[in-house]
Nanobody
Framework: QVRLAESGGGLVPPGGSLRLSCGAP???????????MGWYRQAPEKQRELVAM??????EYGDSVKGRFTISRDNSRKMVTLQMNSLRPEDTGVYYC?????????WGKGTLVTVSS
């Protein structure tokens, strides 16, 4: 069982930046490169959507965040971070950490990001 710990959400004005982090302290017990980790988000009354995912060899971004968000893996700490720049009001939502491992998906509890003046 993988238990995820997310941090970094909050309130930021349009054009600002936030950094989200997600790790699985003590629960990723096999080789980290076998895990694909990243973020999805869900705005009020909308479906959950891809923000960014990172495997050992590649990254994938949702169309609306390309060029503004950057996902990175820290292999020594077995975690991922999401640097979010040029934030827009439409980026507001609950951001969920997601981990995929050999066909099993794990979700974090989510962290709220609010972009508002």
């Amino acid at each position: 069982q993988v238990r995820l710990a997310e941090s970094g959400g909050g309130l930021v004005p349009p054009g600002g930046s936030l950094r989200l982090s997600c790790g699985a302290p003590g629960t990723i017990t096999s080789t980290f490169w076998t895990y694909t980790m990243g973020w999805y988000r869900q705005a009020p009354e909308k479906q959950r959507e891809l923000v960014a995912m990172a495997s050992r060899d590649s990254t994938e971004y949702g169309d609306s965040v390309k060029g503004r968000f950057t996902i990175s893996r820290d292999n020594s700490r077995k975690m991922v971070t999401l640097q979010m720049n040029s934030l827009r009001p439409e980026d507001t939502g609950v951001y969920y950490c997601r981990v995929d491992h050999y066909g099993t998906t794990y979700w974090g509890k989510g962290t709220l990001v609010t972009v508002s003046s």
